[in-house]
C-alpha cells in the first residue's frame, strides 16, 4: 500500500528485480548502476511509497552527518593528497555529508564524537593520529594497507606491482639495462610494496639492483642529493624510476647537470603522476593512480560500512594505469 511503514529496501530490490545494495545504490545516485536500473529501482520505490526510515538509517548511520579525513601532514603540499582530499568531499557532498580534515597531532576524544568515522589517506605506521584514531573503535577506511597491528574496518587498495612491473618492462623494452630506483620509505605499505616489487623484478630479468631509500616527505633538497648519489656510484644507471611524488621533476637539473639527455641516454619515470609532469621538457612517464577517484572509493566505502550494507573487513580493488611521455622513448 503506498506510503505504508511496511515498505523497506528489501520489498523495492524485490520488485526491481535487483539485489539489496543495488537498490540503495540507486535510490541514493550512487555505487556502478546504469540509468535504466537506476530510473526502474526509482520507479518502483515511488510506486510502492518507499521512503527511507530514519530511525532505522540513524542506527545504521550515525547521526553527525560528518566523516573525518587524515592525511600525512608532512605530505600536505602533494598535489596527489590534494586530490585525493577532493575525491573525499566529493563523494561526502553527494551523500550530504560534511568532512573535518584531523591534521593535528593529538586528535581530542572530544573531535572523535563529531564524525560518525574515518578515512586514512596512506596511513603511516609511525603516524601518531593513525593509531589513535584505528584505536578509537570508528569505523576506518584506509587507502593501502596499514602495516601496524591494528586492522581498518575497510581498505582501498591498488595493484601496486602489477603496474611497477608494467613500468619497469616498458623502460626494458626501451633498452634499459641499468635501472635504478629512488624510493620511498617502506614505513607505509604503497613504500613497502614498491621496494618489494623492484627487487623482485630485477631478480626475474637478472639484474643489479640500485636501490636507495628516503624518508617519507623528503624535501627537494634531500631528494636532489640522493639523485646525485645514485648517478655518481654507478654511471652505467641509464633509467631512474622516481618512488615520491614531485620527485622525478625535482631530479631534472640533477641528470642535466651530470651531462645527460633525458629520453635518450638516460630515461625517467615516476611512480606518481601529476599535472607538472606532463609540462616538463620532456613530459615524464609516470604511473596514475588516479587520486580523487581514490578518495571518493575510500569515502563510498566508509559510508557502506556505516549503513551496514557492506561487511567489515572489506577490501575493494582501484584502478590505475601508467602514461608513456616522451621521457621514456629511449
Known sequence: MPGSEQVNLVEVAKAAGVSKTTASDALRNSGRVSE??????????????????PVARSL????????????????????Y?????????????????????????????????????????DPLETDTVVRELLGAGLPAVTCER????????????????????????????SGARAIAFLASSTV?????????AYQNWC????????????????????TQ???RAVLNADPSVDALVCAPDGAASAVLPVIRAAGKTIGADLLLASCVDSSELTHTDPPITAIDLRPREAGA??????????????????????????NARRSTRG
Not at 303 to 308: M, S
Open 146 to 173: 596499514y602495516t601496524g597491528e591494528v586492522e581498518p574496518a575497510g581498505i582501498v587498495l591498488s595493484e601496486h606491482t602489477a603496474m611497477f612491473d608494467r613500468l619497469l618492462d616498458h623502460l626494458a623494452d
Open 81 to 121: 593528497y590534494m586530490s585525493f582530499v577532493f575525491g573525499v568531499v566529493d563523494q561526502a557532498a553527494k551523500m550530504d555529508y560534511d568532512v573535518t580534515l584531523l591534521t593535528a597531532q593529538h586528535v581530542p576524544a572530544r573531535r572523535l564524537h563529531r564524525v560518525d568515522g574515518v578515512v586514512l589517506g
Open 203 to 222: 631478480e626475474r630479468h637478472e639484474m643489479r639492483p640500485r636501490v636507495r631509500e628516503m624518508a617519507f616527505g623528503s624535501p627537494t633538497a634531500v
Open 60 to 79: 545504521r548511520m550515525a547521526s553527525t552527518g560528518t566523516i573525518g579525513l587524515h592525511l600525512p601532514e608532512i605530505l600536505t603540499r602533494s598535489e
Open 225 to 227: 642529493d640522493n639523485a
Open 36 to 53: 535504466q536500473t537506476r530510473k526502474r529501482v526509482v520507479a518502483v520505490a515511488n510506486r510502492l511509497g518507499y521512503s527511507p526510515n
Open 297 to 322: 572509493a575510500c569515502a563510498q566505502l566508509l559510508f557502506d560500512i556505516l549503513a551496514g550494507e557492506t561487511p567489515r573487513g572489506t577490501v575493494r580493488a582501484h584502478p590505475i594505469g601508467l
Open 188 to 196: 607505509t605499505d604503497w613504500g613497502a610494496t614498491l621496494q618489494g
